[in-house]
Antibody, heavy 122, light 107 residues
Framework: EVQLVESGGGLVQPGESLRLSCAAS????????MHWVRQAPGKGLVWVSR????????GYADSVKGRFTISRDNAKNTLYLQMNSLRAEDTAVYYC???????????????WGQGTMVTVSS | EIVLTQSPATLSLSPGERATLSCRAS??????LAWYQQKPGQAPRLLIY???NRATGIPARFSGSGSGTDFTLTISSLEPEDFAVYYC?????????FGQGTRVEIK
């Protein structure tokens, strides 16, 4: 079964750090672009970051650039999101998602994890 | 950044009825538009990609159409499990962006 399972969320104070993990199974993880998408409570979806299958290329939303770092360990089939200098506005459920490949990369997301909640509050 | 505007915000319908959801882009996205369904407490699920292609395992009652700036998701006959929030997403311009969602609720 193709599956993504996030972990690492929690309650932190403004300015603190947190690292999210996403364990993948059921597919060849190292060949897929992977993404993080977040959703603030009661709000819509916002793309956060992406990383190529071999880790050679990354991208970030302007709102997190310079504070968040995406990475992956293909030997462990795991995706990471290191979040530093957290702000109240980073409070959200964070989903990892696999980019769909259909005759090419589609920049749409066909497999999602269940999400992990990050709360930034003093 | 391309802004996607979904309408209506809420759609109140009965099971068996047809649902028509709209997504309008602030500039052309060609056919690079996807639709997702999200139920409470769950992750989104990909329904449609590249405007009109159903994702794997998606029932035929879901269809997508449109190109350029105007897109439609149609659910031909609502099943009880279809009541949810639906989001559109464009991939034409970086970064990918989502609409604010349309809630389909039971009338």
């Amino acid at each position: 079964e193709v599956q993504l399972v996030e972990s690492g969320g929690g309650l932190v104070q403004p300015g603190e750090s947190l690292r999210l993990s996403c364990a993948a199974s059921g597919f060849t993880f190292s060949t897929y672009w992977m993404h993080w998408v977040r959703q603030a409570p009661g709000k819509g979806l916002v793309w956060v970051s992406r990383i190529k299958g071999d880790g050679s290329s990354t991208g970030y939303a302007d709102s997190v650039k310079g504070r968040f770092t995406i990475s992956r360990d293909n030997a462990k089939n795991t995706l990471y999101l290191q979040m530093n200098s957290l702000r109240a506005e980073d409070t959200a459920v964070y989903y990892c998602a696999r980019e769909q490949y259909v005759n090419g990369w589609t920049d749409s997301f066909d497999i999602w994890g269940q999400g992990t909640m990050v709360t930034v509050s003093s | 950044e391309i802004v996607l505007t979904q309408s209506p915000a809420t759609l109140s319908l009965s099971p068996g009825e047809r649902a028509t959801l709209s997504c309008r882009a602030s500039q052309s996205v060609s056919n690079y538009l996807a639709w997702y369904q999200q139920k409470p407490g769950q992750a989104p699920r990909l329904l449609i990609y590249d405007a009109s292609n159903r994702a794997t395992g998606i029932p035929a009652r879901f269809s997508g159409s449109g190109s350029g700036t105007d897109f439609t998701l149609t659910i031909s006959s609502l099943e009880p499990e279809d009541f949810a929030v639906y989001y559109c997403q464009q991939r034409s311009n970086w970064p990918p962006t989502f609409g604010q969602g349309t809630r389909v609720e039971i009338k």
